[in-house]
């Protein structure tokens, strides 16, 4: 099976090359990383080797583009922005690594990986994401303190999205 920082650091590999797709198969294991075109997102899809699975393309809506605002208002608003200050600024986002299902605990009743408040370090598992029946432990990546639990149990989360919120030590 591949561990999560191994997956980031191919995903990583891909991206800064000319390469479209790299598929590697280790103990049992089948990893197929695809560069998105325009109109989708990066497909990472994990599987047992015995298996063949086709990923999916996940379609992106077109981005949105400001309109530029009149300059007198540009003006009047320009110290309330000044005054913002990002609300998780400072703290650490664990995002998704892949499309899956959310699961906070190892098995329904179990206990909850982590709760707000709870320290955690690099290797504490935070979460597992079900994809294509495996289970993928997801570990915090940094020494810090839960401050925010952004999914509820049993939800499907997007490639990227935001999982916890961890005040670093």
Same mark, same amino acid.
């Not at 790299?22 to 997102?41: A, C, D, F, H, M």
């Not at 047992?48 to 400001?66: F, L």
């Not at 149990?153 to 990227?160: A, C, F, K, R």
């Given at each position: 099976?591949?561990?999560?920082?191994?997956?980031?650091?191919?995903?990583?590999?891909?991206?800064?090359?000319?390469?479209?797709?790299?598929?590697?198969?280790?103990?049992?294991?089948?990893?197929?990383?695809?560069?998105?075109?325009?109109?989708?997102?990066?497909?990472?899809?994990?599987? !047992?080797?015995?298996? =063949?699975?086709?990923?999916?393309?996940? *379609?992106?809506? /077109? @981005?949105? +583009?400001?309109?530029?605002?009149?300059?007198?208002?540009?003006?009047?608003?320009?110290?309330?922005?000044?005054?913002?200050?990002?609300?998780?600024?400072?703290?650490?986002?664990?995002?998704? !690594?892949?499309?899956? =299902?959310?699961?906070?605990?190892?098995? *329904?009743?179990? /206990? @909850?990986? +982590?709760?707000?408040?709870?320290?955690?370090?690099?290797?504490?598992?935070?979460?597992?994401?079900?994809?294509?029946?495996?289970?993928?432990?997801?570990?915090?990546?940094?020494?810090?303190?839960?401050?925010?639990?952004?999914?509820?149990?049993?939800?499907?989360?997007?490639?990227?999205?935001?999982?916890?919120?961890?005040?670093?030590?």
């Amino acid at each position: 099976m591949f561990k999560l920082s191994e997956i980031k650091e191919l995903i990583k590999l891909v991206d800064s090359t000319t390469v479209q797709e790299l598929e590697i198969e280790s103990e049992g294991s089948r990893l197929l990383i695809r560069k998105p075109n325009k109109t989708e997102s990066v497909v990472v899809t994990h599987a !047992p080797a015995a298996h =063949t699975y086709t990923p999916v393309a996940i *379609p992106q809506p /077109a @981005p949105q +583009v400001p309109t530029p605002a009149p300059a007198a208002a540009a003006e009047s608003s320009a110290p309330a922005e000044a005054a913002k200050v990002e609300p998780d600024a400072g703290l650490h986002r664990i995002t998704s !690594p892949m499309v899956g =299902t959310f699961y906070r605990a190892p098995s *329904p009743g179990a /206990a @909850p990986f +982590v709760n707000i408040g709870d320290k955690v370090n690099e290797k504490t598992t935070v979460c597992i994401l079900e994809a294509m029946k495996l289970m993928n432990p997801i570990e915090a990546e940094v020494k810090g303190e839960i401050v925010d639990i952004l999914v509820e149990n049993g939800q499907l989360v997007e490639y990227g999205q935001t999982l916890f919120l961890v005040k670093p030590e």
